[in-house]
């Protein structure tokens, strides 16, 4: 499938977020893989073939179309899928209006399912299960089963008994854990910035003077004078209701949810129960480890992943030291 498009615009400044990715990349390069995952032999042809009386791009492309394009650069650029959808979205290549929030999950957990899951299974870990347990029957991604079996669950990890865990004749929707993208709380910085952080208070962006970045959830924040919490005093309410309204409706990050609110994040912690060695019981939070910039994004894990299903997340919901 070809991608049409009025002008340059959008190719070049999705090329551009590309190229900053990682440090590796020159624009050629990127010019070149983008124009074949557009349906194009080479950027020249994709140049000469803008077409100025029609729409700035072809509209109504759909998520699998745009699923294919990504998958496709990802490959081309050996960048990780997450950081090419960042790209995509931000430049707005496929499509005039952004990406809603759902959108950017059904993209999210289609890579995870393609690329990392695979089909689902009985006992397989990355297939959604329903918990029996209370009569409840809510889905959760399987992370290890036996007994007990691990569960992730859309708030957090769980443990339940096997018998308590049903695997459905059909597969569940995959979903992406409120855990890993819902912000829990903003600290206000002493200059002024803000910091938007999780759960687990890890720090998930930077917001100043109206312009967002993603920073890496293992730095320290220093300067913090004031903290708040979406989540009504005295409520463990967070996933649902007023406060995930406050947190994704926030005037601060709105704009910046439907850019990137889903697309930085790694895949679920499915990994077995294993040995942790006493000296990574706590995530690494105890010093920063400086701003290295999209490199630093791109191997780095979500401090708790991997870790024991024991460790997990209570000891790991370390509140940063306020300096």
Same mark, same amino acid.
């Given at each position: 499938?070809?991608?049409? %498009?009025?002008?340059?615009?959008?190719?070049?400044?999705?090329?551009?977020?590309?190229? #900053?990715?990682?440090? !590796?990349? $020159?624009?050629?390069?990127?010019?070149?893989?983008?124009?074949?995952?557009? !349906?194009?032999?080479?950027?020249?042809?994709?140049?000469?073939?803008?077409?100025? $009386?029609?729409?700035?791009?072809?509209?109504?492309?759909?998520?699998?179309?745009?699923?294919?394009?990504?998958?496709?650069?990802? &490959?081309?650029?050996?960048?990780?899928?997450?950081?090419?959808?960042?790209?995509?979205?931000?430049? #707005?290549?496929?499509?005039?209006?952004?990406?809603?929030?759902?959108?950017?999950?059904?993209?999210?957990?289609?890579?995870?399912? +393609?690329?990392?899951?695979?089909?689902? !299974?009985?006992?397989?870990?990355?297939? @959604?299960?329903?918990?029996?347990?209370?009569?409840?029957?809510?889905?959760?991604?399987?992370?290890?089963?036996?007994?007990?079996?691990?569960?992730?669950?859309?708030? !957090?990890?769980?443990?339940?008994?096997?018998?308590?865990?049903?695997?459905?004749?059909?597969?569940? +929707?995959?979903?992406?854990?409120?855990? @890993?993208?819902?912000?829990?709380?903003?600290?206000?910085?002493?200059?002024?910035?803000?910091?938007? %952080?999780? #759960? &687990?208070?890890?720090?998930?962006?930077?917001?100043? $003077?109206?312009?967002?970045?993603?920073?890496?959830?293992?730095?320290?924040?220093?300067?913090?004078?004031?903290?708040?919490?979406?989540?009504?005093?005295?409520?463990?309410?967070?996933?649902?209701?007023?406060?995930?309204?406050?947190?994704?409706?926030?005037?601060?990050?709105?704009?910046?949810?439907?850019?990137?609110?889903? &697309?930085?994040?790694?895949?679920?912690?499915?990994?077995?129960?294993?040995?942790?060695?006493?000296?990574?019981? *706590?995530?690494?939070? *105890?010093?920063?480890?400086?701003?290295?910039?999209? &490199?630093?994004?791109?191997?780095?894990?979500?401090?708790?992943?991997?870790?024991?299903?024991?460790?997990?997340?209570? +000891?790991?919901?370390? #509140?940063?030291? @306020? *300096?």
């Amino acid at each position: 499938m070809r991608i049409n %498009f009025s002008d340059l615009v959008r190719p070049k400044q999705a090329a551009k977020y590309l190229a #900053r990715a990682a440090a !590796g990349l $020159n624009l050629a390069s990127v010019h070149e893989a983008l124009a074949k995952a557009l !349906g194009y032999r080479d950027w020249y042809e994709l140049s000469i073939s803008t077409q100025p $009386n029609s729409s700035a791009a072809t509209e109504h492309i759909s998520l699998e179309d745009a699923l294919r394009i990504i998958l496709e650069l990802a &490959d081309a650029l050996a960048l990780p899928e997450a950081d090419v959808q960042h790209a995509v979205s931000r430049a #707005r290549l496929l499509r005039a209006t952004p990406w809603s929030i759902d959108e950017h999950m059904v993209l999210r957990t289609s890579f995870w399912r +393609q690329r990392v899951f695979g089909p689902p !299974g009985r006992g397989k870990p990355g297939t @959604i299960v329903r918990d029996k347990a209370y009569g409840s029957r809510t889905p959760a991604y399987l992370r290890y089963p036996g007994r007990p079996t691990y569960l992730l669950f859309d708030t !957090g990890f769980g443990e339940r008994a096997d018998f308590e865990v049903a695997t459905p004749r059909s597969p569940l +929707q995959d979903f992406v854990p409120s855990r @890993i993208w819902l912000p829990y709380g903003v600290w206000k910085l002493s200059e002024g910035s803000e910091v938007v %952080f999780s #759960r &687990d208070y890890l720090p998930m962006w930077r917001i100043s $003077n109206d312009r967002t970045e993603r920073i890496a959830p293992w730095l320290w924040i220093k300067g913090i004078v004031e903290e708040i919490h979406f989540a009504s005093p005295g409520t463990a309410t967070r996933a649902s209701g007023s406060a995930r309204e406050r947190a994704v409706g926030l005037p601060a990050t709105a704009s910046h949810f439907r850019i990137a609110a889903a &697309d930085r994040h790694h895949a679920p912690p499915l990994r077995a129960p294993g040995r942790v060695s006493p000296g990574r019981r *706590c995530p690494p939070l *105890c010093h920063s480890t400086g701003d290295r910039g999209p &490199d630093a994004l791109r191997g780095a894990q979500h401090p708790y992943f991997g870790l024991a299903p024991s460790l997990l997340p209570r +000891q790991t919901a370390r #509140r940063p030291r @306020i *300096c």
